[in-house]
């Protein structure tokens, strides 16, 4: 993408999705890396561990999503030396907020979902713009192959706003393996009509048992 | 290598945030009330800026209004997000909750209103800290629009109001990120503001119940979402009093829709039946 003399950035593909439930928290992404029509990789993680109970996965420019992801991991780090803790989902989110706005004038071009358990060991999901607004959602999806899965996503889970009042409950219904093949079904159909997803499929998981990882293969065309 | 700008000479700080981490007090290198952004080297600067508008896709349609009556000040939004056609969220929070007597809405970009109430909510916690006293809705406003002017012309994004209640009274302040700021009675900001308008004007009455208030800016809201293709989701509508913001109602606009207009049952003047089957 260089249509003009100083355009720095360029789009690397992908799609990133996470879905929480009551207990758990599922982020997923592709692991194709392409520039233009090419396919520089076919093994390329998206995802980065921040905590033990957050997860990061970007897709858009991988120079910028590696300095990204470097940058929050040391800040995650001095949070551990000056706390004595780790930090959890909530200011892992404001935090990354913060970072994206600070570029604001020279974004990092990623697009972002934060995934974990909150305090109470509810799953959360954090979904970004480029530049830093933030929301938490029950599920999301972003990337090249965001148009077409976060429909299937709203007919499956989309629950009453938590706008309403009186509040109505939230809470997604399906269980953490129902959700993990609802994730394997969005990303094999993204595969089908999205040229920049596909090959594997990297699956966290997060609970209160821990994290669990778990790959798929994709339509490597 | 970026540079770095550091806009500190334009702040008029009250009180500098200090960190005691055991040698005694000293002043806190990166206060996160210093705004010094990173700005990218290039030739041109503004040209850079407008390609990474269209990255970025900024677009957002709103509605949201505010208006003071003689019980105080209500507030009232959609909650939808639309990047150009793309609606990306149907639940965004339009209206944040500086503290508890503040109200901000939110329209043009995202981060933006977000990352600068928040802002503004610091701002205004340490005014509280170093007077001994809660700030008032004019002085916020102007702590606010005093930093968008300072950003003027950089490609932010904002048009927001500032809404409560103070030792004056109610307080409403239209600001944005041209530099202006505006006192008034009736705000409504955003793409369906138009058709917001033409609601609020002409059920707009002083003294009103909060009960009515509340149902004028929600028919209001309901009106521009039915008619703005940019606006929709859920109406919010708050309340600001003596005692602070209270949130009245959320409704999402599609089932108010048939609230408002129920569904008649025609008569029907002929009932189809089925054809008759042929004979053998």
Known sequence: ?221 | MAMKVDMSALETNFSIPCLDDGDGMHLSADSPDVPSMVLPTCADFDGFQAATKDMVKNKRGTTTLAFIFDKGVIVAADSRASMGGYISSQTVRKIIEINPYMLGTMAGGAADCQFWHRNLGNKCRLHELSNKRRISIAGASKLLANILYSYRGMGLSIGTMIAGFDEKGPGLYYVDSEGARLVGNRFSVGSGSLYAYGILDEGYRFNMSVEEAAELARRAIYGATFRDAASGGCVSVYHVGPDGWKKLSGDDVGELHYHYYPVQKTPVEQEMTDAPSTSA
Not at chain 1, 64 to 82: F, M, P, S, V
Not at chain 1, 99 to 128: I, M, Q
Request: net charge neutral; proline share 3%; charged share 25%.
């Open chain 1, 1 to 221: 993408m260089s249509r003009r003399g100083d355009w720095v950035y360029e789009n690397n593909g992908g799609t990133c999705v996470a879905i929480a439930g009551a207990d758990y928290c599922v982020v997923a992404a592709d692991t194709r890396l392409s520039v233009g029509y090419s396919i520089l990789t076919r093994d390329h993680s998206k995802i980065c561990d921040l905590a033990d109970k957050c997860v990061l996965a970007s897709s858009g420019f991988q120079g910028d999503i590696k300095a990204l992801h470097k940058n929050l991991a040391a800040r995650e780090l001095l949070y551990q030396h000056q706390h004595n803790k780790r930090m959890s989902c909530p200011a892992m989110a404001q935090l990354l907020s913060n970072t994206l706005y600070y570029k604001r004038f020279f974004p990092y071009y990623a697009f972002n979902v934060l995934g974990g358990l909150d305090s109470e060991g509810k799953g959360c999901v954090f979904t970004y713009d480029a530049v830093g607004s933030y929301e938490r959602t029950g599920y999301s999806a972003q990337g090249t192959g965001s148009t077409l899965i976060m429909p299937v996503l709203d007919n499956q889970l989309k629950s009453p706003s938590p706008l309403l009042l009186p509040a109505r409950d939230a809470v997604t219904p399906l269980s953490e393996s129902e959700a993990v093949d609802l994730v394997k079904d969005v990303f094999a159909s993204a595969t089908e009509r999205d040229i920049y997803t596909g090959d594997k499929l990297e699956i966290v998981v997060i609970n209160k048992a821990g994290t669990t990882r778990e790959y798929i293969e994709l339509r490597k065309d």
